[in-house]
């Protein structure tokens, strides 16, 4: 029985529904640890992969889990059954795809706004030594 106390099975559900794991942890695991196994373990014909251990949250019992915080901190009386194994939801986040995007229209904006002064500058010029 007292192994129960010290580790815990936990699966991950990913969002489209498929789980990674089970997996036992020992309870003074931390949630850093439980991210790091996330990022190896995720089934390499997913999208969205996390690139690190950053972009990836943990969701349990309805609360973001803090990385600092061990599996035993973690645990809930109310959903994890002696035994059992405990569900764990996971989030990827992804830097946005429109940023990139932006930045280059910003850049060929500031490239037309340069190019329109330097012909704006010699028109001005000529029309200068013209008089």
Not at 102 to 119: A, G, P, T
């Amino acid at each position: 029985m007292s192994g129960v106390q010290n580790s815990l099975e936990i699966k991950f559900r990913l969002i489209d529904g498929s789980d990674i794991g089970p997996k036992s942890f020992p309870a003074a695991a931390t949630v850093s640890t439980l991210k790091e196994s996330i990022v190896s373990q995720w089934p390499k014909d997913k999208e969205n992969a996390p690139r690190t251990v950053k972009d990836v949250k943990i969701i349990s019992a309805g609360k973001i889990l803090e990385n600092n915080k061990t599996v035993g901190e973690c645990r809930s009386v109310l959903c994890d059954v002696p035994g059992g194994i405990t569900t764990m939801h996971v989030l990827v986040s992804q830097p946005p795809q429109e940023k990139g995007r932006l930045s280059f229209k910003r850049n060929m904006i500031l490239i037309s706004v340069i190019e329109i002064i330097k012909i704006v500058g010699v028109v001005a010029y000529d029309t200068a030594v013209d008089e």
